[in-house]
């Protein structure tokens, strides 16, 4: 294994060991507070952790899609080996980013977690994306994880209205 290789599988591991202290502090809320409050509270944490980072993309808003493009994919880890993004769109009017893998669900996967739990987990981790696009200037529609879909998110991003 080349040092890349290793230094690759190593930031796999951590993103699959984030994805399973999603799963461990959602369980902890929701056996306190409930699913629906675990779930809006996780949304709220990781929507705070997008805007955190949405400094990077500010520059492109409100409608600089092909520099967003670029910025946003040399900033997905490992430049998005890892994701595997596809640019479906990119124009005046916006872009649209289709991944089609995710090593967080490739851990709630190995964790034989039920579709509807990868559903949901999926749905909370998405709002990193909100947080850092909506937070930089932009509007963002994310479609993600749905059973029997391939893949992972699908995010829309347009100009804020």
């Not at 294994?1 to 461990?24: C, F, G, I, N, P």
């Not at 090593?103 to 947080?131: H, M, Q, Y």
């Amino acid at each position: 294994m080349t040092e890349v290789e290793d230094l690759r599988a190593q930031l796999k591991a951590a993103l699959k060991s984030r994805a399973m202290v999603y799963s461990a502090v959602h369980d902890e809320i929701a056996a306190e507070f409930g699913e629906a409050k675990a779930e809006e509270i996780l949304k709220r944490a990781i929507y705070k952790r997008g805007a955190a980072i949405c400094g990077k993309f500010k520059a492109y808003a409100p409608a600089d899609f092909p520099g967003l493009r670029d910025g946003f994919l040399d900033f997905v880890p490992d430049h998005g080996k890892l994701f595997d993004p596809e640019v479906v769109r990119c124009d005046h009017e916006g872009l649209d980013v289709k991944f089609h893998a995710c090593p967080l669900k490739e851990a709630w996967e190995d964790a034989r977690f039920s579709p509807k739990r990868i559903e949901t987990l999926c749905r909370i981790a998405g709002f990193v994306d909100n947080g850092t696009f909506e937070q930089a200037g932009f509007a963002l529609q994310s479609d993600t994880w749905k059973p029997g879909e391939e893949g992972c998110c699908f995010l829309h991003i347009r100009r804020k209205d």
